[in-house]
């Protein structure tokens, strides 16, 4: 589960620790962040929230930690990546050898999105595990 701390990624993290929680799973919630403003300038995405630095990362994890536990979701873990939203999740994806990848359909349907590509167009396509897009905007 991928989160940028917007309100439509947590949606996308409740939705995500609904489904973990009802087949006691363990979620875990990755955020992306760049290392400096530079690197951020550099990649910017007009469908995802850049985040610069781990600290903001680190505090968009602790809110989406405690939406998943309003879902009744205990095994929540946590893991942050720099880079790219789409490199980072793919990291993540690999990292925890995840069965399923959730993100928010932030993106997907704007004329930006269809040029360009989004997070979750460009994640579905990448991803070595199933991706669920969850309907958040």
Do not use: W
Not at 51 to 62: F, T
């Amino acid at each position: 589960m991928g989160t940028d701390g917007s309100e439509s990624s947590l949606l996308a993290v409740r939705r995500a620790a609904s489904l973990a929680a009802a087949f006691d799973a363990t979620l875990v919630i990755g955020c992306a962040y760049y290392a400096d403003q530079a690197a951020a300038v550099q990649a910017v995405r007009m469908d995802s929230k850049t985040v610069v630095g781990d600290s903001p990362a680190q505090a968009n994890l602790e809110s989406a930690v405690a939406a998943a536990s309003e879902q009744g979701c205990t095994k929540v873990e946590t893991a942050i990546k720099a880079g790219s939203p789409v490199e980072a999740l793919m990291g993540i994806v690999t990292d925890t050898d995840a069965d399923l990848l959730v993100v928010g359909n932030r993106g997907i349907n704007s004329l930006t999105g269809r040029l360009l590509g989004s997070v979750p167009a460009d994640v579905a396509r990448q991803s070595d595990c199933d991706v669920m897009i969850v309907h958040t905007v």
